[in-house]
């Protein structure tokens, strides 16, 4: 069965180091998302991306987050500058078109460590 | 800002007995809802999900119930397995949950179905 990937499982950096958080969305799906679940807390919406642009994006996604897809697999999403509080889980998601295209399939998550 | 609640936390059945989980929403621009499934160091897994149009979903042994008057649903599980025993996040987006629409999640109810 397809899956979304992400990798890596667990990175643990110095505050104010930049991270990229990689995903492999499932290959013919064409709407792909970050969330975060900080411990302890729901699981919440970080960034759209379709076409490749940002559709939306929450409040939580300041300047210092990013999101490419450099080369028509990977999606990813950078950290410029970490900070404490940006420690919490990744998921990465994906949707097709259509009736299924609310239903996300979510990565295993990156769990980000910032020390 | 909680626009989905799952009141109980945590919730304990006995195996083949029936598992209700319930769901209150608070924005009715919201018209698509989905229950996701979670364990630990997973990514939230999609389960079930309803339009608004619809008062009532079944896929096996999950029905997904909405009461659009009072901004309600319920998810309930007949009968209950251990291997049910998960974090159930519910989860609702606004536009007919088309894709690019964000979900946003309920902060969970942890079930524990005791053998």
């Known amino acids: 069965e397809p899956e979304v990937t992400q990798t890596p499982s667990h990175q643990v950096t110095q505050m104010g180091q930049e991270v990229i958080l990689r995903c492999v969305p499932i290959s013919n799906h064409l709407y792909f998302y970050w969330y975060r679940q900080i411990l302890g807390q729901k699981v919440e919406f970080l960034v759209s991306?379709?076409?490749?642009?940002?559709?939306?994006k929450s409040e939580i996604f300041d300047d210092q987050f990013s999101v490419e897809r450099p080369d028509g697999s990977n999606f990813t999403l950078k950290i410029r500058s970490t900070k404490l509080e940006d420690s919490a889980m990744y998921f990465c998601?994906?949707?097709?078109?259509?009736?299924?295209?609310?239903?996300?399939?979510f990565g295993e998550g990156s769990r980000l460590t910032v020390l | 800002d909680q626009q989905v609640k799952q009141n109980s936390p945590s919730l304990s059945v006995q195996e083949g007995r029936i598992s209700i989980l319930n769901c209150d929403y608070t924005n009715s621009m919201f018209d698509y809802f989905l229950w996701y499934k979670k364990y630990p160091a997973e990514g939230p897994t999609f389960l079930i999900s309803i339009s608004s149009i619809k008062d009532k979903n079944e896929d096996g042994r999950f029905t997904v119930f909405l009461n659009k008057s009072a901004k309600h649903l319920s998810l309930h599980i007949v009968p209950s397995q251990p291997g049910d025993s998960a974090v159930y996040f519910c989860a609702a987006s606004g536009q007919g949950g088309g894709a690019t629409n964000k979900l946003i999640f309920g902060t969970g109810t942890l079930l524990a179905v005791q053998p």
């Open positions: 991306f379709y076409n490749n642009e940002i559709s939306e």
């Open positions: 998601a994906s949707s097709g078109s259509g009736s299924s295209a609310g239903e996300l399939f």
